[in-house]
């Protein structure tokens, strides 16, 4: 599984090719334990967001690439907004 932890402490985190054993699934979301990560074990809940989490959790990120002064395509859209600002150049 490939996914950016945009809270890491250290600043956002691209987890490319993480392994991930499902512990449970709920109706809109996985928890999980993450495979390849550190050896105490880390657990990941993986759910949709919207921008008021972000607001909420991530201020920094919306303050400095602020979703309103985009096209409607990115500001409509927690994936695709978030996908523009951390997408990164192959």
């Known amino acids: ?12 985190q691209n987890f490319h090719g993480t392994q991930i054993k499902i512990l449970l699934r709920g109706e809109n979301y996985p928890i999980g334990h993450l495979l390849n990560d550190d050896p105490e074990g880390r657990s990941a809940l993986i759910s949709h967001i919207e921008f008021a989490w972000l607001e909420r ?3 920094q990120i919306i303050q400095t690439y602020s979703p309103w002064e985009m096209e ?3 500001s409509g859209s927690v994936s695709l907004y978030l996908d523009r600002i951390f997408r990164q150049s192959d």
Do not use: H, K, T
């Open 57 to 59: 959790f991530c201020p």
């Open 72 to 74: 409607p395509l990115y």
């Open 1 to 12: 599984m490939d996914f950016l932890n945009a809270c890491y402490a250290a600043g956002v």
